[in-house]
Structure formats: C-alpha cells, structure tokens
C-alpha cells in the first residue's frame, strides 16, 4: 500500500514538473521538437531580404527575359496598331475546327458575352445596365476587321473596351476570334 502511495505521488509530481517545463505559457511559445521543417532557414518569396540591394527575396527578371514558349508581342494599344496587328498576325492555329470552336464559345461567354451579347449584337447585360454598349460584332466594320486586329483587341483592349490580355490565355484568345468568325457566318 505505501508503495502504491509513494508510486502515486511520484507520478502527479512527475507530471506537476512536466507541465511546469513544458505547459502553455501566454508569455512564450511551447516547446518546439526539430522545428527547422516548419521553420526553415530558407527566405520565403515575399519576405525581406537583406542579401540584395533592394531588399526583397523575390527577384524581378532580367529585362528582355520572354517567358518560355511565348513570342513577345510588339504592339501599341492604338486602333493604328490593332490594324498592323491584322497586316502582321495571323492565328497559328487554322482557324475553325470542332476543338478551337468549342473552347472559343467558352471563352466567348465567359468573357464577351456580358457586354456583346450572345449572338454578338451588342446587348449584353452589362450593356443594358448603363456600360457604353459596344457596337454590333455582326456589323461590316467588325466584319472587315482582319484576325490578327480581333486578336489585338482582345489583348489590348478598344477605345472604351477594357483588354483581356490578364483573363485569356494566349491560344484561347485565337480560339475566341475563330469563335467569333463562325457568330458572323452563321448570322446574317
Ligand atoms: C466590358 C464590356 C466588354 C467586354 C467584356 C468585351 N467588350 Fe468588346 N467592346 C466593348 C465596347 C464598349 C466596344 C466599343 C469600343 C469603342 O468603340 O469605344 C467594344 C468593341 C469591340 C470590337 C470592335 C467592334 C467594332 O466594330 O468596332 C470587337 C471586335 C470586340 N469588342 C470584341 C470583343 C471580344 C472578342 C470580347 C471577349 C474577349 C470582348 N469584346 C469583350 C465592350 C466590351
């Protein structure tokens, strides 16, 4: 019995020092086992450096880097420049196929149609809610536009037409104008 007491009171003293040493503290962290894998010595992305000059972790690319698999582009935002885009581009995918048709409709109603409408005439929502209501995809000026100039406006954006350069991702742009050519097709 007395060994029983004396085992009982070495335990709850055991454990009393435990949590005196190892307990929740407000003032202090608890004690942390091998903590360099949560907190590594590497600098994260965002953090303050004091290795470079400017003092950041995240170095800004070399100018001119192009990032890979993509041609820059070397144009103005001007309607002169959305003209030479159409003298000087050309979709590197073909045109219409089954594929690029289904992938521009996509494209085309997420990101055209709030403002052109679904059938491109102009009457999205947005248009219909006081937004400067874009005239007519259907119309010959739209229609005489060359692929390249779609493409242009696309990335740049037109007079009041905000760019998607940010949103569409190079190819589905293309895409987009193939999409656009079989709206003005399809629709007298
Ligand atoms: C926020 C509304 C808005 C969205 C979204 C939008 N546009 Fe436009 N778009 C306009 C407006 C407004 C104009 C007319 C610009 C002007 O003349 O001031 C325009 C003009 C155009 C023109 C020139 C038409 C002409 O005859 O002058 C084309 C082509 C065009 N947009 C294609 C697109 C395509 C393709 C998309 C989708 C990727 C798109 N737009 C998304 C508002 C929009």
Not at 7 to 25: E, N, P, R, S, Y
Not at 80 to 109: H, I, W
């Amino acid at each position: 019995m007395k060994k029983m007491i004396a085992a009982t009171i070495v335990i709850v003293a055991g454990l009393f020092l435990l949590d005196l040493v190892l307990g929740q503290k407000t003032d202090r962290r608890s004690l942390e086992y091998l903590p360099d894998m949560a907190r590594s010595f590497a600098y994260k992305a965002e953090s303050p450096n004091p290795h470079f000059a400017n003092g950041q972790t995240q170095q800004n690319p070399v100018i001119g880097t192009v990032a890979r698999g993509l041609k820059p582009l070397h144009f103005g935002s001007s309607v002169e420049e959305s003209k030479r885009a159409g003298e000087e581009l050309s979709n590197p995918f073909g045109g219409q196929t089954s594929e690029s048709l289904d992938r521009g409709k996509k494209m085309y109603q997420v990101y055209c149609q709030p403002c052109h409408g679904a059938g491109g005439q102009g009457d999205g929502p947005v248009a219909k809610r006081g937004y400067p209501a874009p005239p007519s995809l259907l119309l010959d000026n739209a229609r005489s536009m060359k692929d390249g100039q779609l493409f242009h406006i696309i990335t740049y954006g037109y007079k009041n037409m905000p760019s998607y350069n940010a949103q569409i991702e190079r190819p589905d742009r293309w895409f987009t104008v193939a999409y656009v050519r079989k709206l003005q097709e399809t629709q007298p």
